[in-house]
């Protein structure tokens, strides 16, 4: 079955505790993206990857960090979280950027105490 | 820079009514448009888009919406709601020629009730 798969699905940390949030996908698709979804706001880009080692800034990358060594992973890293980094997080998948359609993992629902 | 209005954060209707979410965008270039939507504790998936050609499209579950150019809508309809339509929706638009950074609104909560 074609997916974007992410873990871990739900996580409470502390502040300043490094973590690491996963995303796989099986499509062979060359672009992905994360994004954070926060009531009021809708979703927002945090960053994007055209390709292997090639990654870019969404809007709102401060705190973030990603790297993409492998065409089907694409982990979202925080070095140091914070409060303000408590949100619904996705990580999304496409064939190409442009008019090609995402899919989205389930999404992780992170809490930063 | 593109960017996304909903306007309605929340829309209440009654299971069989005629439903409306509206879509704004604003670009200085041509730009392609979808909906998505999101049932509770999911991920996203398409309900419809628009690429070129027919400003109606036609998209699952019965829904559709319509391009409007000059008033940069792109309004989604359904001729009668059921209570599974019960989700979020969310709009997206993105520029055409290379663009890589789809645009989403803040999306409308639709809540059918019976």
């Known amino acids: 079955e074609a997916q974007v798969t992410q873990n871990p699905r739900y996580l409470i940390t502390v502040t300043g505790k490094k973590l690491t949030v996963t995303c796989s996908q099986n499509?062979?698709?060359?672009?992905m993206s994360w994004y954070r979804q926060d009531p009021g706001l809708g979703l927002r880009q945090i960053y994007y990857?055209?390709?292997?080692?090639?990654?870019d800034k969404g809007d709102v990358p401060e705190g973030y960090k990603v790297s993409r060594k492998e065409k089907r992973n694409f982990p979202l890293i925080l070095e140091s979280p914070s409060p303000n980094q408590t949100s619904l997080y996705f990580c999304?998948?496409?064939?190409?950027?442009?008019?090609?359609?995402?899919?989205f993992g389930a999404g992780s629902r992170l809490t930063v105490l | 820079a593109q960017s996304v209005t909903q306007l309605d954060s929340q829309v209440p209707v009654f299971e069989e009514a005629p439903v409306e979410l509206r879509c704004n965008y604003s670009?200085?270039?041509?730009?392609?448009l979808f909906w998505y939507v999101q049932y509770p504790n999911q991920g996203l998936q398409l309900l419809l888009k628009?690429?070129?050609?027919?400003?109606l499209v036609k998209g699952i579950n019965g829904f559709e919406a319509e391009f409007n150019k000059s008033q940069t809508s792109f309004h989604l309809r359904k001729p009668s709601v059921h209570i599974s339509d019960t989700a979020e929706y969310f709009c997206?638009?993105?520029?055409?020629?290379?663009?890589?950074?789809?645009?989403f609104g803040t999306g409308t909560q639709l809540k059918v009730e019976l």
């Open positions: 990857s055209m390709n292997v080692e090639v990654t």
């Open positions: 499509m062979n698709h060359e672009y």
């Open positions: 997206a638009v993105i520029r055409t020629g290379g663009g890589n950074k789809l645009t």
């Open positions: 999304a998948s496409s064939q190409g950027s442009g008019a090609n359609v995402l899919t």
């Open positions: 628009y690429l070129s050609g027919s400003t």
């Open positions: 670009s200085s270039v041509s730009v392609y």
